[in-house]
């Protein structure tokens, strides 16, 4: 866990935080029978250009240079885990407690500087009560650099993540490592028409010969056209190729339609729509064909209330299983309410894991469905420089194996 700067400074600002907060708590990612393929969508860069319209992007600040400085803070959260294994007969129970420092250092904490740079670095020191042989540190770090232009907007980024857990698509504790970078640029053709592009990578692996990494590389270009103040729309081509021993190289190119809404701060959205079309080595004749698309959305009901959603769907190697693909579809959505002191939310998500075959494969494997609901609490003392969450979430899956979990975590934060 760890206590994020702060960086809103106006009401409806604040709004649209609390509504994030409700997505995505900053506790240890190990809260959540997370899943390697969640791990591969959010380590996609979002594009510049995701929720913002392009005139609020290259609005002018030249004149400022670098600045900024250091921040470091401590993070410890007890995590009580109701079937650790995710096991359909039999669960364990266990009770771990995580350390994390961290220390991040930026060149422009308030924005508007036309060159910025960040780079952070977060240690997880990991300890179980009933299960002493899964202590682990996991480490992770990344950096990033972002240029701003007249008309031109760059940023890269470096990171490198590992994460220890059980993994639900998995279905058994693992430990993952991960590195991912990616470049990305916007460039201002006319007042209302951009071009933006991106090339990225992420290459997974495990420390379980058994259990193969993937590596994956997505390139996309695409326009936007602001239609009005509030509306922007516009083709994109994106191409992703992947390669695993487990699934051999499989290439899609997808065709889509974006649009994106802004009402002030408070209706954010970020939508696309298209066909994929794809082709796997171990196929033999014509590849498939379907439909995908992604889903952002904010709406800030009040100062106080905010409501989040998002929908990704990611089509990645399995790891555990020879000749199969998964299709990965995600879903959540979250309410927040700001408290006097504090905030509460409360949240549901919903994950479907579809195995497509390829190659050889005879056997044709059940899809796994699991829902989790969630409610947290958390709020700063010490002039927000000391931060308490807690959280209950509750899981159930259907599929391979039938298994429930309850996961209830307090924690403290402290930035120093």
């Avoid at 919903?350 to 050889?360: C, D, K, M, Q, S």
């Avoid at 044709?364 to 807690?390: A, H, I, K, P, W």
């Amino acid at each position: 866990m760890s206590n994020s700067p702060r960086i809103f400074s106006n009401k409806l600002a604040s709004a649209w935080a609390i509504a994030t907060i409700g997505m995505c708590v900053p506790v240890d990612c190990s809260l959540r029978a997370a899943s390697f393929a969640s791990r591969i969508a959010d380590s996609e860069t979002v594009g510049i250009n995701a929720i913002s319209p392009i005139a609020e992007v290259f609005e002018s600040t030249t004149g400022r240079g670098f600045k900024g400085g250091f921040e470091y803070g401590l993070g410890v959260d007890s995590v009580y885990d109701s079937n650790f294994f995710l096991t359909e007969n039999d669960p364990e129970s266990e009770l771990g407690v995580n350390f994390t420092p961290w220390m991040g250092y930026g060149t422009d904490p308030e924005g508007g500087a036309d060159v910025s740079f960040t780079a952070n670095y977060r240690p997880v020191i990991r300890t179980y009560m009933e299960n002493p042989d899964f202590n682990e540190v996991d480490h992770s770090g990344g950096v990033s650099m972002r240029i701003k232009g007249s008309k031109t907007l760059i940023s890269a980024h470096v990171n490198y993540g590992q994460s220890s857990g059980a993994d639900r698509i998995i279905g058994e504790f693992v430990n993952e490592s991960m590195f991912s970078a990616g470049i990305e640029g916007s460039y201002q053709i006319a007042p209302r028409t951009s071009l933006s592009a991106s090339v990225t990578a992420a290459i997974s692996d495990y420390d379980n010969n058994s259990i193969v990494g993937s590596d994956i590389y997505t390139a996309y270009i695409g326009g936007h056209w602001s239609a009005t103040e509030r509306i922007s729309v516009g083709p994109a081509i994106r191409y992703v190729t992947s390669n695993s021993d487990n699934t051999g190289i499989r290439d899609s190119w997808q065709f889509l339609m974006q649009c994106q809404y802004r009402l002030r701060e408070k209706i954010r959205l970020s939508a696309s729509l298209g066909v994929e079309y794809a082709t796997n080595s171990r196929d033999e004749g014509n590849g498939s064909a379907g439909l995908t698309g992604s889903l952002a959305a904010s709406y800030s009901i009040s100062e106080k209330l905010g409501w989040v959603t998002s929908i990704r769907y990611v089509t990645v190697p399995s790891p555990s299983e020879v000749d199969y693909v998964i299709n990965h579809l995600m879903i959540s959505t979250a309410l927040s309410r700001q408290l006097l002191k504090g905030s509460i939310g409360l949240g549901l998500d919903l994950n479907t894991a579809n195995y497509e075959r390829v190659g050889a494969a005879s056997t044709t494997l059940e899809d796994d469905n699991s829902m989790g609901v969630f409610l947290s609490y958390q709020r700063t003392f010490l002039l927000d420089r000391l931060d308490f969450q807690s959280r209950i979430y509750y899981v159930i899956n259907n599929g391979q194996e039938d298994w429930s979990q309850v996961q209830v975590s307090i924690g403290l934060g402290i930035q120093f």
